[in-house]
């Protein structure tokens, strides 16, 4: 039996990859995985190694199967910052780090098997789909500290649930239960504590079969304005189609085979392709 690795007092942000799945995992036992800025640190070269890769195709991100998916910035040490360092270290970088996230290519998925708040649901809320644990509660909390939420929650939360949702979740401080949480929109699976990670892997190793660059493109379309939205479609499949990505001819090969695709993610240039008739 190995000892458990020493707890790291700043916390410790880890990433691995296991074939077409990267899992992030948020450490700080002891203060509820409360960011601090080694946190932010790690992160930030973490998401550059996955933003980088082309083996990745979908993320997990999830806590160390502690008490807590995360409760947020290190309210201690923000808050015996100066004004400026608070700026600069906490609100802008941390407020890149999660717009980083939400950017990715590679869809993400929050795997909340605890409760999350502040900015923990801020990072929640910057990955494209949610599972939670049925005992968990979520909430943006900030105003009860006399700040708001700094790192992209305030936008991310009232595009999920809709303005009156968000208002009343931010303005009361509101932690919801995952029952309401699944009701508002918030998540989109619940599953039982133990079982949150097993689910959210389920759904990345779903996403890791679909062709990398259209699934790519729909992440953009989706993420673009609404009113942005039919144009990005009309673009992107204007480009696909007369450049035809290899995976848009092995999607097409393989259904008229009726064998699964293999996608490749490839996408060279050779110009228009008769893909219908081979
Ligand atoms: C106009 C505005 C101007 C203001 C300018 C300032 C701007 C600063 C912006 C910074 C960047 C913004 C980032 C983000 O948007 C903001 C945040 O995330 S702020 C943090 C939000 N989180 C919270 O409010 C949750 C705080 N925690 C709690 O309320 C409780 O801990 C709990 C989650 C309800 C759980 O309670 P309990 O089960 O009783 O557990 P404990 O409270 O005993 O906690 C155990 C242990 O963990 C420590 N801890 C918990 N949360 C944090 C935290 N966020 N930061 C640091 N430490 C935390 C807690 O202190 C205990 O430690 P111990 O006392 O045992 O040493």
């Known amino acids: 039996m190995t000892d458990p690795s020493p707890v790291q007092p700043d916390g410790e942000i880890t990433l691995t990859v296991d ?19 080694p946190m932010v640190e790690q992160l930030e070269s973490h998401l550059a190694v996955i933003d980088d890769s082309e083996d990745v195709r979908a993320v997990i991100v999830t806590s ?7 409760a947020g910035a290190d309210i201690k040490a923000f808050s015996q910052l100066s004004a400026t360092r608070m700026w600069s270290t906490w609100i802008r970088r941390g407020h890149a780090l999660f717009d980083k996230l939400a950017g990715l290519r590679q869809p993400s998925i929050a795997a909340i098997d605890g409760n999350a708040f502040g900015g923990g649901l801020e990072l929640a809320l910057a990955c494209d789909i949610r599972v939670m644990a049925t005992d968990a509660k979520v909430g943006l909390s900030e105003l009860g500290i006399g700040t708001l939420p700094g790192w992209g929650g305030t936008a991310r939360l009232q595009k999920t649930v809709g ?4 208002k009343r979740m931010i303005f009361t401080s509101l932690m919801v239960d995952a029952e309401t949480a699944l009701n508002w929109g918030l998540v989109t699976d ?3 504590r133990p079982d949150v990670v097993a689910k959210a892997r389920e759904i990345a190793e779903q996403i890791a079969t679909r062709a990398p660059i259209a699934l790519q493109m729909t992440k953009q379309i989706i993420d673009g304005q609404s009113g942005e939205g039919l144009r990005l479609t009309l673009e992107a ?4 189609a007369s450049s035809a990505t290899d995976d848009f001819v092995e999607g097409v090969t393989a259904f008229r085979s009726k064998r699964p695709p293999q996608f490749s993610g490839s996408f060279d240039d050779p110009g228009p392709r008769d893909v219908l008739h081979g």
Do not use: M, Q, W, Y
């Open 19 to 37: 074939g077409h799945v990267a899992v992030i995992h948020i450490s700080r036992p002891n203060k509820l995985n409360s960011f601090t800025i």
């Open 64 to 70: 160390a199967g502690d008490r807590a998916f995360s």
């Open 163 to 166: 303005v009156a949702r968000a």
């Open 190 to 192: 619940l599953a039982e």
């Open 237 to 240: 499949l204007g480009s696909a």
